[in-house]
């Protein structure tokens, strides 16, 4: 079976080719950085414009570098949220009208549910049960998968998510968007011990998360100290060793509830080599084994949304012609409904 994936949740335009036996035929993926950095975030009107002038071009690009036609497609997967509605609408659209033109089926797939099913896509790859470490610039949760579609949200941040609190902190610091690199990047000047920053919801029971106060604390530490480039850079290294040791404390707490041994981590943040130190060191500890995507699956792409709708087409599922985007989606307990 060969399925079109399409990826247009926020700032990236993926598309990818999945084959059931072959794996990952081609993929492509733009990246709106540039568009949206002068203005130190996502703008979603200019975000969905830019969607709508890629996205055809992107999938003839795909088509042709797997030599394939239209009429070898067999299914069509399309992200239908979480995200930023008009950005969602373009890839719903686009998805369900090729779809409906080849007379195949399509499929909306969860945008989060796609990441924690990236590191499938390795050879080196996770065991149903596993635990999730869902990572990204709108989402931080732990999730319990059992098998695809089959879901329990354990813990999830209770207001900025951990890639959000990067970004705004880095803007803190007079960093430039997106923030999340760049701060990683001036933490590697910085010196251990300058600065402690809390560890926030460690103290207490519970997988939940909470980087709002932690983002608060750093904003004063800013305004009182950051009056050179080494102290923004402690205070940067600071940071990230709180969100560090705040997601592998919670990753490890998961792992010693549940008693499953391996941990995916899949998102944007999923990419941060400090994030994949402190984890590896935590799973190594527990004697368990810990699973990332490929780097250029971390962020969103269009080959983990082909991946996810060709498990749910093996499996039989169908959706009717009519079609919604959903910006706010849970992933929650059970299986997943489309």
């Known amino acids: 079976m060969n399925v079109l994936g399409i990826e247009t949740s926020c700032d990236e335009t993926g598309i990818a080719l999945y084959h059931s036996e072959k794996g990952i035929l081609s993929h492509a993926l ?13 703008v979603p ?82 065991q149903f049960p596993f635990l ?49 690199p760049e701060i990683s990047r001036l933490a590697e000047q910085g010196q251990h011990g300058k600065f402690h920053f809390p560890r926030p919801m460690t103290d207490r029971p519970g997988l939940d998360f909470s980087f709002s106060g932690l983002k608060t604390f750093t904003r004063n530490t800013v305004n009182e100290q950051a009056s050179d480039e080494q102290t923004r850079a402690d205070i940067a290294l600071a940071f990230v060793d709180a969100v560090v040791d705040t997601l592998v404390i919670k990753c490890r707490r998961a792992m010693q509830q549940t008693g499953l041994k391996q941990l995916v981590a899949a998102g944007g943040v999923s990419a941060n080599q400090q994030l994949r130190h402190g984890l590896e060191k935590m799973v190594d500890k527990e004697n368990g084994g810990v699973f990332y995507p490929r780097l250029e699956f971390c ?40």
Request: charged share 15%; proline share 5%; with cysteine.
């Open 45 to 126: 009107e200019l975000a969905s414009r830019d969607h709508i002038s890629r996205i055809l071009p992107l999938i003839q690009n795909v088509l042709d570098v797997a030599s394939l036609m239209s009429t070898d497609i067999d299914g069509v997967a399309y992200t239908a949220g979480p995200g930023l509605v008009g950005a969602l609408l373009v890839g719903v659209a686009v998805g369900r009208s090729l779809a409906y033109a080849w007379d195949i089926p399509a499929l909306g797939v969860h945008h989060m549910e796609a990441h924690l099913l990236a590191p499938l896509l390795e050879e080196e790859a996770p």
């Open 299 to 338: 962020t969103d792409n269009g080959a983990m949304i082909a991946y996810a709708g060709c498990l749910r087409m093996l499996a039989g599922e169908k959706e009717p012609l009519g079609f919604t985007a959903f910006p706010h989606w849970e992933l929650g307990a059970g299986p997943t409904k489309y």
């Open 132 to 180: 999730a470490l869902l990572v990204s610039g709108g989402h931080t949760q732990l999730v319990q998968v059992d098998a695809p579609g089959n879901y329990i949200l354990l813990g999830e941040s209770l207001d900025d998510a951990a890639g959000e609190a990067f970004d705004k902190t880095a803007k803190l610091l007079g960093l430039s968007y997106p923030g999340g």
């Open 30 to 42: 733009h990246s709106q950085v540039n568009l949206h950095r002068e203005y130190g975030g996502v």
